[in-house]
T-cell receptor, first 112, second 110 residues
């Protein structure tokens, strides 16, 4: 079965610092991968999705970027964090058919 | 118009009650639908898929109405442990993306 690993679990970063969050997938090959952000008390906002190595689609203009250097690796980055980048970041991938989507356990980012 | 819309709630119901949530979607090309449950500060977990003919899993029943473009979730005999946020999810393969509703908060009181 498919497993998604995300790290770190929590992160506190100062405004203006860089960010790199990593997501890796096991148990599948060439998956579609998604980055979501969830602000406190809000729903999941799709940030980026990727259908393959080097292929990134951005859903909303923002301070973040994504890269897919390997088939099962998806990275979310920022050169300079803003306070508004705080949130719960989730990586997801389709689990196949009626099994919906698998999520990583998320990274809770607080920008101070 | 949002691609997927849910009533945010909160729904506050007594234990044992029946509660129903709806979720509407805007893209008629959407093909697969799911309900997820999210506990506080945790990642969403799949509750159930939604099939065209409707499907049931214990106390939970999901329905899809393609003509009106909505899905529903019915929870019978609610338990305290059902307290969570329920997210509807819509997959549109032609757009290669999955969209989550903003979630409906459910609180079950003793």
């Amino acid at each position: 079965s498919q497993t998604i690993h995300q790290w770190p679990a929590t992160l506190v970063q100062p405004v203006g610092s860089p960010l790199s969050l990593e997501c890796t997938v096991e148990g599948t090959s060439n998956p579609n991968l998604y980055w979501y952000r969830q602000a406190a008390g809000r729903g999941l906002q799709l940030l980026f999705y990727s259908v393959g190595i080097g292929q990134i689609s951005s859903e909303v203009p923002q301070n973040l970027s994504a890269s897919r250097p390997q088939d099962r690796q998806f990275i979310l980055s920022s050169k300079k964090l803003l306070l508004s980048d705080s949130g719960f970041y989730l990586c997801a991938s389709p689990a196949g058919g009626r099994y919906g989507y698998t999520f990583g356990s998320g990274t809770r980012l607080t920008v101070v | 118009r949002k691609e997927v819309e849910q009533d945010p709630g909160p729904f506050n119901v007594p234990e044992g009650a029946t509660v129903a949530f709806n979720c509407t979607y805007s893209n008629s090309a959407s093909q697969s639908f799911f309900w997820y449950r999210q506990d506080c500060r945790k990642e969403p977990k799949l509750l159930m898929s939604v099939y065209s003919s409707g499907n049931e899993d214990g106390r939970f029943t999901a329905q899809l109405n393609r003509a009106s473009q909505y899905i529903s979730l019915l929870i019978r005999d609610s338990k305290l442990s059902d307290s969570a946020t329920y997210l509807c999810v819509v997959n549109t393969p032609s757009a290669s993306k999955i969209i989550f509703g903003s979630g409906t908060r459910l609180s079950i009181r003793p």
